[in-house]
């Protein structure tokens, strides 16, 4: 969404709140998606109800409903304004794109390795987090999976479009089926070596073995040496084309497992901020940034996703001018000079009880084990709440322009 557009929607929920004689929280209560909602275009299911879980719990973290007012009304002990502001967002980042696909390859050791078309751009995607998933699937130890090459067209399927949100998903999808795949041959193998159905069969920490006893059991490198030529499994993501979603993993909506589905993640953000109505300045307070991760494959870019969100915010809010010839479409903010970004002398950063960023695992319907792509939904939302929150605090006509710099708001109160 363009960040004036997030702003101006914003601006148009608040004012219905408003004139309904509702706090923003309230309207956000009565039009957020319900259990039984599904797509209005195609009538797919959805898979998440995840914003109105981030709602809540960014509500509750900011206590919201107990320091909530009417715009300009309240005015803190050091004469400057309060304010508050929270939003919610349904977004469709994240999901599974059409035709990407992975290649595993079992060595004669018994581990792994893998080749995947997209690049590493995304760390928590490729290197990491795919080789979770393939270890997972396998039954092997994380380490004994490698990514051997990425971004080769010579040597991996299609890896799709580069963009980055989809890997999770997609190409997750794709190792996620390569590897099953391979379990498959392994375990028709193993099945017959221990003289029971493949489905008595599962498989951890490097050992395929019978579920009701087991002491029955191989190895993978066992099987890889004494199996009769390679194993190498093929997988590709599947979304049908135009779906912004993918096949379901888990029953949702009373619709069965393979079935077109729509994927939506939530994500969540609340500010609380002190404007001083004489030099323009805002002080934040507080705040909270909550965003509905799926299920975590790689911890510490999951935490890199959410935390830097708030940068996002903070910059958009109150230093990225962001121009463009009308004409030309051409870039006129062409360096950091013009745009410059925070620092950690500009950002609040997690204190106690204080100014924090949540990962919900909310376990999506589509994604591999549940996984999906955080990066952009953790960016795009999050400012419109400061900047609602400077407006609760100001009261009077609503700023939508960006940047909010101490002039802006002096210029908006009439002493500049």
């Known amino acids: 969404m363009h960040p004036e557009a997030s702003v101006t929607l914003e601006i148009a929920v608040h004012t219905m709140a408003m004139e309904l004689g509702m706090t923003p929280l309230e309207f956000y209560r009565k039009n957020l998606v319900t259990d039984d909602t599904k797509n209005q275009d195609n009538d797919r299911a959805m898979t998440s109800r995840s914003p109105r879980v981030c709602l809540e719990r960014a509500a509750s973290y900011i206590g919201y409903e107990s320091k909530y007012h009417a715009p300009g009304a309240r005015t803190l002990s050091d004469g400057r304004m309060h304010g508050i502001g929270i939003i919610t967002h349904n977004d469709r980042h994240g999901n599974t794109s059409e035709g990407r696909g992975v290649v595993v390859y079992m060595n004669s050791d018994g581990t792994a390795n893998f080749v995947t078309g997209q690049s590493n751009n995304q760390v928590g995607c490729n290197s990491v987090g795919l080789a979770v998933i393939v270890a997972e699937a396998l039954g092997l130890p994380f380490e004994a999976v490698v990514c051997s090459s990425y971004g080769t067209a010579d040597q991996a399927p299609d890896g799709g479009s580069q963009a980055g949100s989809r890997g999770a998903s997609s ?125 975590i494959l790689d911890h510490y870019s999951a935490e890199g996703q959410r935390v830097s969100g708030m940068w996002v915010h903070y910059n958009k809010t109150f230093l990225w001018d962001v121009k463009y010839d009308p004409q030309t479409g051409t870039e006129l903010h062409q360096t950091h000079v013009e745009n410059k970004t925070a620092t950690h002398m500009d950002i609040p950063e997690p204190n106690g009880d204080k100014n924090t960023a949540e990962a919900l695992e909310l376990i999506d319907a589509i994604g591999p084990f549940g996984a999906h792509g955080i990066g952009e939904p953790s960016a795009p939302p999050g400012y419109s709440a400061l900047i609602m929150a400077i407006n609760n605090a100001l009261g009077g006509e609503m700023i939508k322009t960006r940047p909010v710099t101490p002039m802006v708001i002096l210029k908006h109160l009439g002493k500049a």
């Open 171 to 295: 190409n997750g999808t794709a190792a996620l089926n390569a590897a099953l795949d391979i379990r498959e041959q392994m375990f028709a193998f193993v099945a017959g070596e221990l003289e029971v159905s493949a489905d008595d069969l599962d498989a951890r920490d490097g050992v395929i073995f019978v579920k009701t006893d087991p002491s029955k059991f191989m190895t993978h490198s066992d099987v890889m040496s004494d199996i009769d030529g390679p194993i190498i499994g093929f997988g590709r993501s599947h979304a049908e084309r135009g779906a912004i979603g993918g096949g379901l993993r888990k029953p949702t909506q009373g619709e069965e497992v393979g079935y077109d589905a729509y994927h939506r993640e939530g994500v969540a953000a609340a500010y609380e901020v002190a404007v001083d109505t004489e030099t323009g300045e805002v002080e934040i307070l507080d705040w909270i940034h909550v965003l509905d991760v799926g299920r």
